[in-house]
C-alpha cells in the first residue's frame, strides 16, 4: 500500500478498531478452550474482542498462526491482518549459543549469521518479529538476564547490536523471508540495583548516554523495526512512562521511528510502581510517552476509549501510533501476502537443516573460552585414557533460558560429540545438575533432581573410584539454564553444591583434571580454577554444544573465545567490570597492601579472577610495543596506532587484538581503561600481523561537566593486547 492509502485507511478505522491495533495478546488468549482466566482474565476486555488485537504474541506454527490469523481478520472490519511475534532470542528450531556467549567471539559476522539462521527458520514457520536482540549492557553476574546480552562493553555491545538486527532482518526492506528486529529493553534494563531481576534502575544521566544508549542507537542505526520499553524505572520514572526518555531520547534523538511496544503487561505496571493511580492513568502515561503497543496489559483496549472522550488524550496520539503499526504490517507484506507461510517456497526445509547445524557448530566452538591450560592438558589425544564425568556429559538442557521452541532432544551432548571422534569413549554422571530434591522453576517447564542424597553420595564415590581408574578426567559442570535467563537472578554465583563435592571427590581421585563449565553467567569458579589444569567456559552453547565441545577438546578448533564480561573473583565484587572509574583512592592489587584507606576489600583482589577480554588459546601470541604515527593530535585529524602480533606457538589460531584507551585527565571522572576497538586476525605458525587502528576525535569524547559530549585536551594512554589487562601502552596528546 502507499502511505497515502495507509492514510486513508486509518481515516476510515473506528476508535474501537484502532485500540484493537494498540493492543498485542499472548496466543492464549485464542485457545478457546474454557473461560477466560489468568492474565487474559485481568486484561478488562470481554473476550469477544480478543480478535481485534493488532497483534499476537508466542504463537508459533504456521498452521496455528493461519488459523489465529482467520480468526482475527475476519473479526476486523477493515480485515487487518495482525503481527505474529515471539522471542526467538538465540535460535528458533537450530539453537545457537546465548547471546553472552556470542558476545565472546568478538566477531559481527557469526552475530549475523546467527541473526540470519534464527530469523529465516521462524519466518519460514509464520512469525514476523522476533524481541531480540537485547542489546542491553549489564556489569552484574547475579542477574539472570545477562545471558541475553553481549555483555559489559558498549564498545562490543554496538557492534554486535547492529550485526544482530542486520541478520535478523535481511536484506530486503520487505524483510522478505526474515523477520523484523525489536530490539530490548529501552532503556538501561540491564542495570537493575544489586542484580536483582525487576528491580529499580539508578543511573546518571552520563553514563547512561556514554555507555548504555550506544548499543540501542547502534540498533536503531541498523534500522532495527520495532523497539521494547524496559520494566524499570530511570531515575525515579518507569521508562514505560517516560515521555522524555521515550519521545525526547529515543524518537527525538536517535531518530527511531519504528514502533514501540511496552515489555509484557509494563503499562499496568506503573500502577505497581506506585506512579499512576490507576489503569486508566497508567494508559494516559504510556500513550503521552509515545508506546504505540501495549503488550498484555489491556490498559489501551479498556481505558483509552474514556481518557479520548473526556479529552485527557487527543485523538491524534492513538492515530501516530496506528499509522506506525500501518506502516510496520505494511513493510512486512502483511496486506499483500497476509499469510507470508503460504508464500515460502522453501517452508520447512529451513527448519534444522545440515547447514544451520553446520554453522551453529562453528559459530559455538568460536564462543567458548578457554581460561586455564596447564601444562597443554588440552587438546585431548584420541587415544588417551580419558574418564568422562558429570552431570553435564549427557545433559540435553544446553540451549539456554530462552530457547523453549527449540527441541532439546535433538541437541547434541557432550558425550554425543566425543564419541563421534572416540567410539568407545564412557561416561559417569557423577550427580545432578541441581542438588537432590531441588527444583527450579521456569516459564513453560520446570526441572528437578529427582536423585536422593544416598543415591547422590553412591554416585559420587563411584564417580572418584572411576576417575582414579584412568589417567585424565574431563568434568562437565555448571549451572541450569533455568537458574538464568528472565527471573534468574543468584545471589550465589557458584556451581551447585552437590557439582563442589563432585568435583572435591573427583580430585582427590585424581587431580589430572580438566573442567568444562556451562552457564549462562560468569560464575564464581574459584574452586575450579584452584584445581582443574584446564578449564572450558563453554557458556549455553546450543544444538551442535557437544560436537563444538568435542572439536575443541580434541583440537579440531581452536579455542579463540574471549570474555564479554568480567568472571568475577567472588559474588561480593559483582558488579565488576574492566571500565570503572578513577576514585580519589585507585588501589592496585598487591601495591601498597599495608594502606588501609584505600579503594578495595579487606578480603578479596580488586581485580576479578578473569579479566573481559580475556581467553587463551592452543597457540601463543606475541605483541610488539604499540607505535603510534604521531604523538600529538589535533582536532579533525587521526592517528594510527599499531602494532605487529604474531603467532609463536604450533598451531593456527584467532586472536582478538584489543584496543582500550584511557583519558589521563578530564573534566569528569573517566574510566580507568575502556574498550574502543577491536580486530579479529587468523594467523598461521610463524605468522606476523601488523594490525593498525584508527583513533580519531570522536573516540575520546565523553560528557563533560555541563553534557556537552566533547574531547578535552591532555594526554590519552591508549592499550592494544590481549586482554582488558594488558600493559602494553603507548601516550598521546590531543592539542588544544
Ligand atoms: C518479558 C521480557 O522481559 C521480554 O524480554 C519478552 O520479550 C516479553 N516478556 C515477551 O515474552
Not at 524481541?131 to 541475553?148: S, T
Not at 582500550?660 to 587468523?682: G, N
Request: glycine share 8%; with cysteine.
Amino acid at each position: 500500500m502507499t502511505e497515502q492509502q495507509l492514510v486513508d485507511l486509518l481515516k476510515d478505522m473506528t476508535l474501537e478498531e484502532k485500540l484493537g491495533q494498540l493492543t498485542q495478546l499472548d496466543g492464549s488468549c485464542f485457545s478457546g478452550d474454557g473461560p477466560v482466566t489468568g492474565p487474559e482474565q485481568e486484561l478488562g476486555i470481554p473476550s469477544e474482542k480478543f480478535p481485534l488485537a493488532g497483534s499476537i504474541l508466542s504463537v508459533t506454527g504456521a498452521d496455528r498462526i493461519e488459523q489465529i490469523r482467520r480468526i482475527c481478520i475476519e473479526a476486523q472490519p477493515h480485515h487487518i491482518p495482525p503481527i505474529f511475534m515471539a522471542d526467538v532470542i538465540n535460535g528458533y528450531q537450530t539453537i545457537l549459543p546465548i547471546p553472552l556467549a556470542l558476545g565472546c567471539t568478538f566477531e559481527e559476522e557469526a552475530a549475523k549469521k546467527t541473526g540470519d539462521i534464527m530469523s529465516r527458520e521462524a519466518a519460514a514457520d509464520g512469525l514476523h518479529i522476533t524481541f531480540a536482540p537485547m542489546v542491553d549492557l549489564v556489569k552484574d553476574a547475579r542477574w539472570g538476564r545477562v545471558m541475553e546480552s553481549t555483555g559489559e562493553s558498549a564498545c562490543l555491545n554496538s557492534r554486535m547490536a547492529a550485526a544482530m538486527v542486520e541478520g535478523i532482518q535481511g536484506t530486503k526492506e520487505n524483510l522478505d523471508g526474515h523477520l523484523g528486529a525489536c530490539t530490548k529493553h529501552f532503556a538501561a534494563y540491564g542495570a537493575p540495583t544489586a542484580g536483582k531481576e525487576y528491580n529499580t534502575v539508578e543511573l546518571s544521566e552520563r553514563s547512561l548516554r556514554e555507555e548504555y544508549l550506544q548499543a540501542y542507537q547502534a540498533a536503531v542505526d541498523a534500522g532495527s523495526a520495532m523497539m521494547m520499553t524496559s520494566f524499570n524505572t530511570l531515575d525515579r520514572i518507569p521508562a514505560t512512562g517516560n515521555e522524555k526518555v521515550m519521545r525526547g531520547i529515543l524518537r527525538d534523538e536517535m531518530g527511531f521511528e519504528g514502533v514501540l511496544i511496552s515489555d509484557w503487561n509494563a503499562i499496568g505496571e506503573l500502577v505497581f510502581h506506585h506512579v499512576a493511580v490507576d489503569k486508566k492513568e497508567a494508559a494516559r502515561q504510556a500513550i503521552t510517552a509515545g508506546v504505540d503497543m501495549d503488550m498484555m496489559s489491556g490498559c489501551y483496549m479498556s481505558r483509552m476509549e474514556e481518557l479520548i472522550r473526556v479529552g485527557t488524550v487527543k485523538e491524534e496520539l492513538v492515530d501516530e501510533s496506528v499509522l506506525r503499526i500501518l506502516r510496520l504490517k505494511n513493510r512486512l507484506g502483511l496486506f499483500e501476502r497476509p499469510n507470508r507461510v503460504e508464500k515460502q517456497p522453501e517452508f520447512g526445509k529451513e527448519l534444522l537443516s545440515e547447514e544451520s547445524r553446520k554453522a551453529a557448530r562453528e559459530i559455538a566452538a568460536k564462543t567458548m573460552v578457554l581460561l586455564k591450560n596447564e601444562e597443554s592438558f588440552l587438546p585431548l589425544d584420541r587415544e588417551e585414557d580419558i574418564a568422562f564425568i558429570g552431570p553435564y556429559m549427557e545433559e540435553k538442557g544446553i540451549l539456554g533460558a530462552w530457547s523453549f521452541f527449540g527441541d532439546r532432544e535433538k541437541s547434541v551432548t557432550v558425550l554425543e560429540g566425543i564419541r563421534s571422534k572416540n567410539p568407545s569413549a564412557q561416561a559417569k554422571k557423577g550427580c545432578g545438575i541441581l542438588n537432590p530434591g531441588q527444583t527450579i522453576y521456569g516459564f513453560r517447564f520446570h526441572e528437578t533432581n529427582e536423585m536422593t542424597e544416598e543415591e547422590t553420595a553412591q554416585s559420587i564415590q563411584e564417580a572418584a573410584e572411576y576417575a582414579a581408574a584412568h589417567k585424565k578426567v574431563v568434568l562437565a559442570l555448571g549451572e541450569s539454564a533455568l537458574q538464568t535467563g528472565e527471573g534468574g537472578s543468584r545471589a550465589d554465583i557458584t556451581i551447585p553444591d552437590v557439582q563442589k563435592k563432585l568435583l572435591d571427590a573427583v580430585y582427590a581421585a585424581n587431580s589430572n583434571l580438566a573442567v568444562i563449565v556451562f552457564a549462562g553467567r560468569p560464575l564464581d569458579i574459584r574452586n575450579i580454577r584452584e584445581k582443574a589444569k584446564s578449564i572450558l567456559y563453554v557458556w549455553m552453547p546450543g544444538t551442535e554444544g557437544g560436537n563444538a565441545i568435542a572439536d575443541i577438546l580434541y583440537g579440531d578448533s581452536v579455542p579463540e573465545g574471549k570474555l564479554s564480561m568480567s568472571l568475577p573473583y567472588c559474588v561480593g565484587q559483582c558488579p565488576v567490570f574492566h571500565n570503572e572509574l578513577w576514585t580519589g583512592r585507585h588501589a592496585e592489587d598487591g601495591v601498597a597492601v599495608e594502606n588501609r584507606f584505600q579503594s578495595k576489600y579487606q578480603d578479596i583482589p580488586n581485580a576479578p579472577l578473569y579479566p573481559f577480554g580475556y581467553g587463551l588459546s592452543y597457540t601463543d601470541f606475541s605483541y610488539s610495543a604499540v607505535e603510534l604515527s604521531r604523538s600529538q593530535l589535533k582536532r579533525g585529524e587521526r592517528l594510527e596506532a599499531a602494532v605487529t602480533v604474531e603467532n609463536t606457538g604450533r598451531t593456527a589460531g584467532a586472536e582478538v587484538v584489543q584496543l582500550y584507551l584511557t583519558d589521563e585527565c578530564a573534566s569528569v571522572a573517566r574510566p580507568v581503561r575502556e574498550l574502543k576497538d577491536y580486530q579479529k586476525i587468523h594467523l598461521q605458525p610463524g605468522e606476523k600481523k601488523r594490525v593498525v587502528f584508527t583513533i580519531e576525535e570522536d573516540m575520546l569524547r565523553f560528557y563533560d561537566r555541563d553534557m556537552n559530549y566533547v574531547a578535552e585536551p591532555g594526554a590519552f594512554t591508549v592499550f592494544i593486547g590481549t586482554d582488558s589487562a594488558n600493559d602494553n601502552a603507548a601516550v598521546f596528546w590531543l592539542e588544544e
